[in-house]
């Protein structure tokens, strides 16, 4: 059974730093491109960040670019985006999420993160 | 960026009820365009990639149509569990973005 769980959310003030994890297991994980997408509370889904399957490609979104870094270890089936320099509007469930090429067909519970003094 | 608009914005039906949601693409996104169900509390589960191909396990009565600019999610007859939140997404073009959803709620 694919499995995607995020850790790593939590409370942080305006301009510090977290890493986000997401475990895989059930599935080659070093086959696929891996994307991040969140979800601001209370309105709808917005995509942050995607990286290859070898982790030589990366791309982001504007709002994020330079203070966002995606990356993954396929040796330890693990997929990261560590963020920084974080503002109130970067509060979202950020959710991991699996690619074969047409559409994220398995997606992880999600993490929380609340930016707030 | 393409921006995607989904209407309505909330739909109220009955269940056993034919629902029909719209996505429209401020470009040509050609199939590129996946539809997902969302649940209070749930991720995303993608229900239709490439405007017309339902993903694994996703029931019949889920349809997707259109191509371009304009797309349409139908659910043929309504199930208590579909009433939920749908989303369009483009692949076409990075940023791949998001419609900001329906809401499918029980009249």
């Known amino acids: 059974e694919v499995q995607l769980v995020e850790s790593g959310g939590g409370l942080v003030q305006p301009g510090g730093s977290l890493r986000l994890s997401c475990a895989a297991s059930g599935f080659i994980f070093s086959s696929y491109w891996m994307h991040w997408v969140r979800r601001v509370p209370g309105k709808g889904l917005v995509w942050v960040s995607r990286?290859?399957?070898?982790?030589?490609?990366?791309t982001y979104a504007d709002s994020v670019k330079g203070r966002f870094t995606i990356s993954r270890d396929n040796a330890k089936n693990t997929l990261y985006l560590q963020i920084s320099s974080l503002r109130a509007e970067d509060t979202a469930i950020y959710y991991c999420?699996?690619?074969?090429?047409?559409?994220?067909?398995?997606w992880g519970q999600g993490t929380l993160v609340t930016v707030s003094s | 960026e393409i921006v995607l608009t989904q209407s309505p914005g909330t739909l109220s039906l009955s269940p056993g009820d034919r629902a029909t949601l719209s996505c429209r693409a401020s470009q040509s996104v050609s199939s590129y365009l996946a539809w997902y169900q969302q649940k209070v509390g749930q991720a995303p589960r993608l229900l239709i990639y490439?405007?017309?191909n339902r993903a694994t396990g996703i029931p019949v009565r889920f349809g997707g149509s259109g191509s371009g600019t304009d797309f349409t999610l139908t659910i043929s007859s309504l199930e208590p569990e579909d009433f939920a939140v749908y989303y369009c997404q483009q692949r076409s073009n990075w940023p791949y973005t998001f419609g900001q959803g329906t809401k499918l709620e029980i009249k």
């Open positions: 990286i290859n399957s070898d982790g030589s490609v990366t």
């Open positions: 999420a699996r690619s074969p090429g047409s559409g994220e067909d398995h």
């Open positions: 490439d405007a017309s």
